[in-house]
């Protein structure tokens, strides 16, 4: 090999060295690390990601065409529900097989279970600048939507001007319309849906009055169900006139379709959960993992969760609805529920059992 040819080669090494390192560099989001890079291109050597989640496929469509398109990685969606993706982890853990590489739950308390006990790792996003303080804990576990609880109705049975304004109208009305209301009323059932819990049970934690609610709805005939789906069925076709502590972000898309479906938020007191993600311990692909993550957390990746009707956790998006703009829909009382230890507080056994036990006597069950 004579000289010129071997300096053509060497050339042409390094112009396609330097081609990868742009090539690489134009995928890094503006404002990250330079490194970032490594990251991105391991992800897509990996080419999967494996989602154990709670959220229905079609509200996070978008964002998952929307991240396979950016990076060419294919995405392993498991709907398992809540209590399904906890239970699912641990077992797999157990048996060291693990295969989720995101947990991504609304079941804000069984997240951070999974956190505290070890099945969860540190990973400090270049997008948690932009999120709330409270929507960070100590860069394991990261909330990626703000939704609100409230309440769904029959249009038909009940207008809007009869609604009452505040929670502690809401006992009023319940008290009041007995007649009307008797067997006619819904709300999650504790015992079965992870997210029926985190919502009573916070209530129960900010509301002195809260066990007030549920004697009122005991009064009421209240029936329980284990997914809102099942109760917006039941508004929707009569059968029930009000559903109590309904995931508000569901319901917001949903009265877009069903012309007699209203929703309604009390404007003093509207809690807001949020739907947790953590990089599992051991995940099989770490790397497209972490990407995912920033990608959800991202304004892009923001923006299309809230265009799949779940509002954004940062202020900077104008698709759909934002936490700010959520605030301003239901009245100015969005009380977020913040990321920390706090959330645990029913996870001790013998509270858990105190606290399904106190719910049944006040239904008069």
């Known amino acids: ?66 991240f396979t398109a950016k990076y060419g990685i294919k995405i392993a969606y498991n709907d398992l529900g809540t209590n399904g993706a906890y239970n699912q982890v641990i077992s797999e853990a157990a048996a060291s097989q693990v295969t989720a590489d995101v947990v991504w739950s609304s079941a804000m308390d069984l997240q951070m279970t999974l956190i505290q006990d070890g099945y969860g790792v540190e990973y400090k996003s270049p997008e948690a600048s932009h999120l709330p303080q409270w929507a960070n804990y100590k860069d394991t576990l990261y909330a990626t939507t703000i939704e609100p609880i409230g309440v769904i109705y029959n249009t038909k049975a009940l207008t809007e001007d009869k609604l009452p304004k505040t929670y502690a109208d809401l006992i009023t009305f319940l008290k009041d319309n007995k007649g009307e209301l008797q067997g006619k009323v819904a709300t999650f059932d504790p015992e079965k849906s992870g997210s029926g819990f985190l919502n009573h049970s916070n209530d129960a934690k900010n509301r002195p009055d809260f066990w007030d609610l549920a004697k009122a709805m005991g009064e009421d005939g209240v029936k329980i169900y284990s997914s809102s789906g099942g109760m917006k069925e ?132």
Do not use: C
């Open 234 to 365: 039941t508004v929707v076709s009569g059968e029930n006139v009000i559903a109590i502590n309904i995931i508000g972000s569901y319901a917001l898309d949903w009265v877009k379709e069903s012309p007699n479906l209203g929703v309604h938020f009390a404007t003093d007191y509207t809690p807001a959960f949020s739907r947790l993600a953590l990089v599992t311990k051991g995940a099989p692909h770490p790397n497209a993992a972490k990407l995912f993550v920033d990608f959800m957390l991202s304004k892009e990746g923001q923006s299309m969760l809230a265009e799949g009707g779940l509002p954004s956790v940062r202020e900077d998006v104008t698709a759909g609805l934002n936490i700010k703009t959520l605030n301003e829909r239901v009245g100015g009382g969005l009380k977020p529920i913040a990321v920390d230890e706090g959330v645990l507080e029913y996870m001790d056994q013998m509270k858990r059992v105190q606290f399904l036990n106190d719910w049944k006597a006040a239904l008069g069950r």
């Open 1 to 66: 090999m004579n000289t010129k040819t071997v300096r053509s080669l060497a050339a042409a090494t390094a112009l396609l060295g330097f081609s990868a390192i742009s090539a690489g560099a134009q995928d890094v989001p503006a404002g990250y690390p330079a490194d970032y890079a490594a990251i991105i291109e391991a992800a897509k050597k990996e080419g999967t990601v494996s989602i154990y989640t709670s959220t229905d496929a079609a509200q996070s469509q978008k964002l998952q065409d929307a």
